[in-house]
């Protein structure tokens, strides 16, 4: 009877955490999607207000990648280019900035492991600028990462440093207004046509690419039969 009573309990206790993780993950997918839909329209905002070139979701292979990296928002500026991402979390934010993985409290008991958002989008924005033949050194992206209302960082971990900012999003308008009056050249309208050329041209060989790797899949199936 005993052992009927704790095979019970065990049932009772891993459907109670799956469902919590049902939950959390639910709740996130729908933050993150509100999100980017306040980020987007922020974006759209700006890049109306001041005749700014902006792109979404965009897919690219990048130099040696086999898989397309795929960008949420590149906004082109005056004086520089912003590749943002979005970041939702619940609780309070901890950890090395630095590191690959973040720690994220939710109350005194729960503590969650998830990957840091920066170096990801830091490594990406590299690619991007080597791909599009721009020169680090010019310092013109900004790896831009906006996150939720719901979400507490600390000053170590938030950061509105040259070339990378991890922020509120009701920030980013602001923030990117005030970058924009920073004494650096302006990017002339032939170097933002360049880049963007570029990237659409990148986009549209990825694109090809998956095309005829998924007619060479469809083939090779056919074969089989």
Same mark, same amino acid.
């Given at each position: 009877?005993?052992?009927?009573?704790?095979? #019970?309990?065990?049932?009772?206790?891993?459907?109670?955490?799956?469902?919590?993780?049902?939950?959390?993950?639910? @709740? %996130?997918?729908?933050?993150?999607?509100?999100?980017?839909?306040?980020? !987007? *329209?922020?974006?759209?905002?700006?890049?109306?207000?001041?005749?700014?070139?902006?792109?979404?979701?965009?897919?690219?292979?990048?130099?040696?990648d086999t898989y397309p990296t795929s960008f949420g928002h590149i906004l082109?500026?005056?004086?520089?280019?912003?590749?943002?991402?979005?970041?939702?979390?619940?609780g309070a934010l901890y950890g090395n900035v630095k590191d690959p993985y973040?720690?994220?409290?939710?109350?005194?008991?729960? /503590?969650?492991?998830?990957? /840091?958002?920066?170096?990801?989008?830091?490594?990406?924005?590299?690619?991007?600028?080597?791909?599009?033949?721009?020169?680090?050194?010019?310092?013109?992206?900004?790896?831009?990462?906006?996150?939720?209302?719901?979400?507490?960082?600390? %000053?170590?971990?938030?950061?509105? @440093?040259?070339?990378?900012?991890?922020?509120?999003?009701?920030?980013?308008?602001?923030?990117?207004?005030? !970058?924009?009056?920073?004494? #650096?050249?302006?990017?002339?309208?032939?170097?933002?046509?360049?880049?963007?050329?570029?990237?659409? /041209?990148?986009?549209?060989?990825?694109?090809? *690419?998956?095309?005829?790797?998924?007619?060479?899949?469809?083939? /090779?199936?056919?074969?089989?039969?």
């Amino acid at each position: 009877m005993i052992g009927w009573l704790r095979l #019970v309990l065990a049932l009772l206790i891993l459907v109670f955490s799956l469902y919590r993780l049902f939950r959390i993950c639910f @709740e %996130k997918s729908r933050e993150k999607k509100k999100l980017d839909l306040k980020v !987007a *329209k922020t974006l759209n905002y700006i890049a109306d207000e001041n005749d700014f070139l902006l792109l979404h979701d965009v897919k690219a292979s990048l130099l040696s990648d086999t898989y397309p990296t795929s960008f949420g928002h590149i906004l082109f500026g005056d004086r520089y280019i912003y590749i943002v991402e979005t970041f939702v979390g619940f609780g309070a934010l901890y950890g090395n900035v630095k590191d690959p993985y973040l720690f994220l409290k939710k109350d005194e008991e729960t /503590n969650i492991k998830v990957k /840091n958002p920066l170096p990801p989008l830091i490594e990406k924005t590299k690619k991007l600028e080597q791909a599009c033949s721009c020169s680090p050194d010019d310092k013109r992206f900004v790896s831009v990462i906006a996150y939720n209302n719901g979400l507490d960082v600390p %000053k170590g971990i938030a950061r509105k @440093e040259q070339g990378t900012w991890f922020l509120p999003y009701k920030d980013l308008e602001k923030t990117i207004k005030i !970058a924009e009056t920073d004494e #650096v050249s302006l990017i002339s309208h032939d170097q933002t046509d360049r880049i963007a050329k570029q990237l659409k /041209n990148i986009s549209d060989q990825t694109k090809e *690419k998956r095309k005829q790797r998924r007619k060479d899949h469809g083939q /090779n199936e056919e074969r089989k039969r």
